[in-house]
Structures are given as C-alpha cells and as structure tokens.
C-alpha cells in the first residue's frame, strides 16, 4: 500500500528553528511537495524536490532522500504566522499525488 | 489568488437532498481533481480528469458521488442523497502535465459541506 508519515502535532518558539519529518512508501516516486494549510483554507504550495539534496527558498527549505524514503521541512526564524498545517505529499508512478494527513504547528511567543 | 475558484463556497443541505459543486480550473490547465478533506485530515482523493476524459475514481468514491467535466474546462460535483458523513470540505485543484514530471496542483478555496 501507499503510506506517507508525519507527526500529528508540533509546537515550536517565535523565533526559533522547527523541522517537520515525513517518512513515505509509494508505488513510484516523482517527486515530493509540501504544502502549507492555514485554518479553513486551501493548500498553498511552498516547495518541490525530486533529487536528493537542500532546496532552499527564503525562510524555508526542504530536504529530500530518495533511498530513505524521507523528508523534512525546515523553518527558521518562526513568525506567528507560520502557525498552519503542513502536508507532505508523494507524485506516485501514475503522477497522482498521495497526501499526508499533514502536521499541525503551533507557534507560541 | 492561485486562479481556481469554487462555488459555493459554503453549503448546508438536509440528509437526503442532492448537492452540486462547481470548480473553474486555471485555465490552460489540463488536469483537474477533486478532493474531500475532514478535520485534522490531509486531502483524500476522490477523483480527476485529464482535459474532458475521466481517467481514475477513487475506491472510497460511491456510486452517490458523480463528477463531469464536458468540455474541459469547469467541472461539477455532484453529491446524491447527502448523508451526514458527506460533510467536509470539498477542494478542487488544476495542474498542467507536461513533458516534465512536475505537477505541482493548485488549489481552489473549496466548498464546505455541512448536512445536517
């Protein structure tokens, strides 16, 4: 079957640094995403990676390992605003994404 | 504004009445899905199509649940005989499959589905 992990919950310091794992087992690998998801609102996109290795975009960054079947979402310099869930999703052999039931951060001040 | 919109952004129904949704995809977009997503939940695949053509279901998907997209361009879902587990929120997302294996889709606001 299709599996992807992450923790439930998280709770992190405004300011400080928070990385979010998410282990997965899919038919195929074409990449992976992670979405952010404020309350009551659509995903939106924050970052793609298909080979191994740091993609960095600002703030963010991800990290991808193909063999290990993981990743994880680094966020630094917390702001209150970052406070979402964040969904790490699989493209699959057929390009159909299979989604994580994604992990609530909690920033507190 | 990722340029997917969905509509109605909101509906309560009575258990049995039969809803419709409506998503107007990005439009050079030729891919367009349709999920269900409960609380604390990622999204949970229901259906897409690929320009007009309806290529996969989703196993969870019963026969009470029906999706078109004649033209390919919008596409309704359709919800007969609500049930209370119906309620959710049903998101819709657009992508472009190219050459390239980057898929990247694109979220509507979704429509929240309350049955009562």
């Known amino acids: 079957g299709q599996n992807i992990d992450q923790p439930t919950e998280m709770t992190a310091t405004e300011g400080a640094i928070v990385q979010i794992n998410c282990t997965y087992q899919t038919s195929g690998f074409n990449g992976l995403f992670w979405y952010q998801q404020h309350a009551g609102e659509a995903p939106t996109f924050l970052s793609y990676?298909?080979l191994d290795g740091l993609e960095e975009k600002g703030r963010f960054s991800s990290f991808l390992s193909r063999s290990k079947g993981y990743s994880y979402l680094l966020l630094k310099e917390l702001q209150m605003k970052d406070s979402a869930s964040y969904l790490c999703?699989?493209?699959?052999?057929?390009?159909?994404?299979?989604w994580g039931a994604g992990t609530k951060l909690i920033i507190k001040p | 504004d990722t340029g997917v919109s969905q509509d109605p952004r909101h509906k309560i129904t009575k258990r049995g009445q039969n809803v419709t949704f409506r998503c107007d995809p990005i439009s050079e977009h030729n891919r367009l899905y349709w999920y269900r997503q409960t609380l604390g939940q990622g999204p949970e695949f229901l259906t897409y199509?690929?320009?007009?053509?309806?290529?996969?279901k989703s196993r969870l998907l019963s026969d009470r649940f029906s999706a078109e997209r004649p033209k390919g361009s919008f596409s309704t879902l359709e919800i007969q005989r609500t049930e209370q587990g119906d309620s959710a929120m049903y998101l819709c997302a657009s992508s472009i499959l190219g050459e390239v294996a980057y898929n990247e889709q694109f979220f509507g606001p979704g429509t929240r589905l309350t049955v009562l």
């Open positions: 999703a699989v493209t699959d052999s057929n390009y159909q994404l299979i």
């Open positions: 199509f690929q320009n007009e053509a309806q290529l996969e």
């Open positions: 990676n298909v």
